[in-house]
């Protein structure tokens, strides 16, 4: 069945079944539950393209992360797809790895979709705050489509923009450290993503204003793995000494706890550490681990709700929405 037929069997013209289709309120409700009525004894099925064309809207949004088996993607993503089905919209997601072509591409593959909008998960999308020219193909694709970014910023008319407050929480827990007594506390990191940036420039801020100096060998890169965090504590220590360990993430806040039940270092009395993303490893470490809960429910909630304001209220929204974190304090600090 199409709708030429229904249109036959139900003696109104295909525009009248369009509009039945569309939900358009140009029809009398003695015609639409006639049209209706038809369309249910024949089992049949719009086709969800071709309506979507007629309403202007797919009622679709792309979502693109780099990859996602990381746990703070799939979760972002969860959350999306949770909050966007409330509105009544579906989803298609792209995961593109982190080289900039691999980025490149698949925004271009989900324009090429039909989507309302699209959203970017992760600072990656940032680009490595240097080269403007790293970002040119966002606000290329947003002269197509509204953009929206979470937890990275880059400007551009028609790009909308929530991050989690990353310089103060890594600020925060640093001053902690230090008035615990840290004098040498290790900054452990695994890109120059823009909310990379944000906690090492938080980090270098509470260090500053403590009097202490930034020593280069304290920011320690690593890959956001527990046994490899690990092992290359391990293959340092015998040159790099600290005292306690700021990780921007839980994996490698976890490493640390492993590299210091391996040393028989106790922790938090010899050692503290704190984590980032409060993820279920934070408490699925022994001990728990301090983490900071970066509030991605809230950005990911802000993010949909600003683009529905957008989508279907035609609405002012905020460009750049920043959203608090929580230090979330368990038994690898003694703050």
């Not at 230090?178 to 506390?185: D, F, P, T």
């Not at 420039?201 to 500053?208: D, I, R, S, V, W």
């Amino acid at each position: 069945m199409n709708i030429y037929d229904i249109a036959k069997l139900s003696g109104v013209s295909i525009a009248t079944v369009s509009r039945v289709v569309n939900g358009s309120p140009r029809v009398s409700e003695k015609t639409k539950q006639k049209v209706l009525a038809v369309m249910d004894e024949n089992d049949y099925t719009p086709n969800v393209f071709a309506r979507g064309l007629g309403l202007g809207s797919m009622k679709t949004v792309g979502i693109i992360c780099p990859d996602i088996s990381d746990s703070y993607m799939s979760k972002a993503v969860s959350y999306l797809e949770g909050r966007l089905h409330e509105y009544g919209y579906d989803c298609i997601l792209g995961c593109s790895g982190f080289t900039q072509k691999e980025k490149e591409n698949y925004v271009n593959l989900l324009l090429s979709k039909k989507i309302d909008t699209l959203v970017l998960v992760g600072s990656t999308y940032a680009g490595n705050g240097k080269d403007e020219d790293d970002t040119d193909y966002i606000r290329e694709a947003a002269e197509q489509t509204p953009i929206f970014i979470i937890n990275g910023r880059v400007c551009g008319k028609n790009i909308y923009c929530a991050c989690a407050d990353d310089y103060h929480a890594t600020y925060e827990v640093t001053k902690s450290m230090i008035r615990r007594g840290r004098e040498r506390v290790l900054f452990m990191y695994d890109s120059d993503s823009f909310s990379g940036r944000q906690k090492m420039k938080g980090y270098e801020a509470a260090l500053a204003d403590a009097g202490y100096p930034i020593r280069g060998e304290l920011k320690f890169r690593t890959k956001n793995d527990i046994e490899y965090t690990k092992n290359l504590l391990l293959e340092y220590s015998r040159t790099l000494e600290f005292d306690g360990v700021l990780a921007t993430d839980d994996a490698m806040a976890v490493g640390a706890v492993k590299y210091a039940k391996v040393k028989a270092i106790s922790v938090p009395e010899e050692l503290s550490i704190s984590g980032y993303n409060d993820s279920i490893m934070a408490i699925s470490s022994e001990p728990e681990l301090t983490s900071v809960d970066s509030k991605l429910n809230v950005l990911c909630k802000t993010t949909v709700d600003h683009m529905i304001s957008l989508l279907e209220k035609k609405e002012e929204i905020e460009k750049n929405v920043v959203v608090p974190c929580e230090i979330v304090k368990r038994c690898t600090t003694d703050f």
